[in-house]
């Protein structure tokens, strides 16, 4: 499964890549309005930190638009990918893109449907939001299921790209589900590694082997 930080934070992605885990970086408006840059600034700098994917995302409502946009943003760098809302007009927009050989990320999703509307649309990512479903009132990680269901069920491509998770019990449960990618704040990215039983262990290894007054090298 891929991991994808969720940030718009370079100098905090230029940090975490270093552990060679992060796979891609996925960022939205409202992360972009968060890091006070220009978008096409950030968003150049993000792709020259990951060989992953980049999502992108357009901001128009009408297909042509977002058309045109997309065009600039998957411009900057070949790991671009465009990112586009659960709407008619922003699968119309996936469909160009597709046919263009342009990679796509289909935004704010919440059901299986939307999710089988972005497949037929040869979307190459489709973004469930599971931790605003969660806020919701509903079962976030019920509709990985349902969408890996879907998707096997007639062969899709489309790699479900699992968004807005909260915590490290949804990136185990999306690996559980099959989900191909997730996409986490740093900070749930930095938790995933830790264990207190690690630290004890650890702790007392180092103890006992300072006991032994030896040195390996
Ligand atoms: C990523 O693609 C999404 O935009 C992001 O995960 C949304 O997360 P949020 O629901 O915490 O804002």
Known sequence: MQLFLDTTDTAVLADLAKTGLVD??????TLIAKSGRPMLEVIKEIAGLVDGPVSAEAVATDAETMIKEGEKL????????????LTFEGLKA??????????????????????????????TFISPFVGRLDDHGAVGMDLIQEIRTVYDNYEFDTEILVASARTTDHVKTAALYGADCVTLPPQVFKDLVKHPLTDRGLEAFLADWAKTGQSIL
């Open 74 to 85: 998957a411009a900057i760098a070949t790991n671009i990918v465009v990112k586009l809302p």
């Open 24 to 29: 891609g970086v996925t960022t939205n408006p």
């Open 94 to 123: 996936v469909q160009h893109f597709s046919a263009n050989g342009i990679m796509t990320n289909v935004t704010l999703c919440f059901s299986a449907n939307q999710a089988l509307l972005a497949a037929k649309s040869g979307a």
